[in-house]
């Protein structure tokens, strides 16, 4: 079979197209024939060896696929052979092989995917994955109406976006440009405001009638973050979950909360790591998504889709931070 193969960390070019054998399953698992593979920050992670949790090398990429079961090893009774199916690499001892035509899994890293749900669609669940537990989980009962995406034309970000206006909240959108600000509108946005159309935060600031946004989503950290407590409602919730541009300085974000001490902010730190010891969580958290997948509720927006073969050039394109919504392989 083909598969995308990382033997050095690099650059795009040390992803290499390669021929392996095709995995036989073994007991407890099966064969999944690849039909859509989602591309996210995490392989990026990992081809830059930037990682927390970087697999040996050489490894195959690639933390998400769909298609159907080829075959199955023995002792399995749950699954059949043809089932389209969902494979989650969070459900494997390193987050990775999906970038692959084949690839044998335990069962417990299969998810069915119901009649109603496309497979191409099933392969962007990972960034669902981590909008539903940025806005389910990790506010761990916090009550919000409002929610302030950063970063609201990504992959993770338009998920953000569309389940909290699923939800009945009042989405806000910050990018970086116009053409993105009005993607975020269509998947949701109440509100979408463009971080080069001058002064954002007098916009956000109109965006919510002075008041500030509940709850604000960060993936982007950096220089800019501090700023992002001068829109925290009373008694909001920060959370940072990614930094695209870099650590914000501790000390900047401290005296940013105590700028706005009145209105009592707080700040979480967020990963899915978290639930690394949570496979209950996690499966429940995909089976929510995909009946709203099912009824039609989210319908996620896949821009590009490029060959397995170009797996360099779909890092290259989400480096470059011009995707909007979602980007996948085909094998």
């Known amino acids: 079979m083909k598969a995308i193969r990382i033997a050095r960390t690099g650059g795009p070019e040390v992803l290499q197209l390669v021929e392996v054998p095709t995995p036989v399953p073994g007991p407890g698992q099966a064969l999944v024939k690849a039909h859509t593979i989602g591309v996210n920050m995490p392989e990026v992670l990992v081809r830059t060896g930037r990682y927390g949790w970087m697999p040996p090398l050489p490894v195959i990429p690639g933390i ?23 494979v989650s690499a969070r459900e494997l001892p390193h987050r990775c092989g999906c970038y692959a035509e084949y690839i044998a899994v335990d069962t417990r890293a299969l998810v069915e995917v119901p009649p109603q749900v496309e497979l191409e669609a099933a392969a962007t669940l990972a960034s669902y994955q981590v909008a539903w537990h940025l806005l389910n989980s990790a506010t761990r009962g916090f009550a919000y109406d409002s929610v302030l995406v950063t970063a609201a034309a990504g992959g993770i970000g338009s998920a953000c976006v569309q389940l909290a206006a699923a939800a009945g909240k009042q989405a806000i959108a910050l990018t970086s440009s116009a053409a993105k600000a009005e993607f975020a509108r269509t998947m949701g946005a109440s509100a979408a405001v463009a971080q080069a159309e001058g002064d954002w935060g ?8 002075g008041r500030g946004a509940d709850l604000i989503l960060d993936a982007v950290a950096g220089a800019r973050f501090p700023k992002l407590f001068e829109q925290v409602a009373p008694f909001g919730l920060v959370i940072q979950y990614g930094q695209l541009a870099g650590l914000p300085d501790s000390a900047a974000v401290y005296e940013a909360m105590r700028g706005q001490f009145s209105r009592s902010p707080a700040l979480r ?15 429940a958290c995909t089976v929510a998504l995909l009946d709203l997948f099912a009824a039609g509720t989210v319908q996620p927006p896949i821009r590009q889709r490029l060959p397995l073969a170009e797996a360099a050039r779909a890092h290259e394109l989400l ?13």
Do not use: W
Not at 66 to 83: E, H, P, R, W
Not at 320 to 327: C, F, Q
């Open 319 to 331: 480096e470059s931070g011009n995707v909007l919504g979602k980007l996948v392989l085909k094998p």
């Open 202 to 209: 007098a916009k956000l600031h109109e965006a919510t009638r």
């Open 269 to 283: 730190l967020f990963t899915m790591h978290s639930f690394d010891d949570d496979p209950a969580a996690r499966r």
């Open 64 to 86: 998400e696929m769909s298609g159907t079961i080829a075959a199955l090893g023995s002792g399995v009774d749950d699954f059949s052979v043809g089932q389209p199916v969902y």
